[in-house]
């Protein structure tokens, strides 16, 4: 009978537990290599938390990239972690997680969030420039200026600088969209602009409109005189 191939692959401290599409962090992976873990990867799967890590106490470095980790992500107490990457999941507003991890990663050097909306850049969206993306650096390096590296780039001293003078002013806030609901519990959406006429808008109306427009010349220059009429003199 062939033996069944674990699905954790170990390299001394090293574990990886990739692409399982897993849901949750299984319990055994604490269970067996929390007390000794220093690196974890955990890509390449489906996970929404990371509640699973708290048996991790010893880790260093923890890379949960292409995962569905949204903007509730609250990680445990990890004190000895220096390297986080997030990349790739579902991350549209930081935040909160930020003041999580100035609490419970006292160590992180090295931060990753390159591929989340919250990081905005043109792998996330050809209509992001640089300064989005160095206002960006400012309000996370302002949340956690221990930093030595965030996403690709090193961080200045200037940069760091910068960060605590402005950091806290860059957030970038998305505005919501509270529409109005018509008796049938739907969303009105208000129709775009338009200077016609309130009859004209209907789509299934095609009837046209008509107005008169009176135009008076009021220029200095002979040549528009024979146009003005003697009521208007």
Known sequence: MAQRESPVVLNGTQISYIGHDSKDIPNFLGETYGSFARRLDLSFNQFRSLAGLKMFTELEELV????????????????????????????????????????????????????????????????????????????????????????????????????????????????????????????????PYTPLPRGSRDAKNHKGVFAKCRYIYYGKHSEGNRFIRNDQL
């Open 64 to 191: 949960v990239d292409n995962n569905l980790l949204g903007n509730d992500l609250q990680l445990p107490r990890l004190p000895k972690l220096h390297t986080l990457t997030l990349n790739k999941n579902q991350l549209t507003d930081i935040e909160a997680l930020l003041d999580n991890l100035a609490d419970v990663t006292p160590s992180l050097q090295y931060l990753s969030l390159l591929g989340n909306e919250a990081c905005p850049n043109q792998l996330v969206s050809l209509d992001k420039d640089d300064d989005d993306y160095q206002r960006y650096r400012y309000f996370v390096l302002y949340k956690l200026p221990q930093l030595k590296f965030l996403d690709s780039r090193k961080v200045t001293r200037k940069e760091l600088m910068e960060a605590q003078e402005r950091g806290a002013f860059m957030k970038v806030v998305k505005p919501k969209s509270e529409g109005l609901l018509n008796e049938a519990g739907s969303e009105i959406r208000p129709l």
